[in-house]
């Protein structure tokens, strides 16, 4: 019952993320990612990315093991890109830092994992995602990441287009050289 429970709040939480990140691409003028400067949409949006994050931590403790993949799959190819996945998204963040890393306002990164993709938080964050679907074995989580890398798919769009306001010609000339994922 507590796992049904569990699944269903992150799934709602999931879709309230989803429809935030979509009324900011498609309202940019009343966005709510990335939050600039803007208190409570830094809040707002933070808030509900660590309560999807705690509910799927807590699906994958208590729904462990329950589907058919097979552990030479779930370990010999969830483990290696679970790990690929979180070392590029860490990399990431320590390349970005965490002001950044938080939608704020701050400069302008091209280098390091950013000279080969404008998002490698995003790529490593799905790369991760699908280690840990595969070593989790679950259905539910399986479901639940899914919507997530969703979410992280859609998440550039409302970026980039803050990023073209504050960074105007340096940030289409650095789209124009750099790829949004690969």
Known sequence: MIVRTLFLLAL?????YLLLILWSILIPKRRVWPPGETVWKLYLTW?????????AAALIVLDWDSGSIPI????????????LGLGLTMWGIRTLGLYNTHGLH??????????????????GDVILLVGIMLMVNSVMVAVINLLIIL?????????ELWLKEQYKDAYLSYMMQTPRFL
Request: net charge negative; glycine share 12%.
């Open 47 to 55: 808030i509900i990315f660590y309560l999807e994050a705690g509910l």
């Open 12 to 16: 709602l939480t999931g879709y309230a």
């Open 106 to 123: 701050g400069e302008l990164i091209v280098q390091g994992p950013y000279h080969f993709t404008r998002n490698p938080q995003y790529l």
């Open 151 to 159: 979410i992280f798919i859609f998440m550039p769009f409302s970026e």
């Open 72 to 83: 030479e799959v779930r370990f010999g190819v969830g483990a290696p890109l679970a790990t």
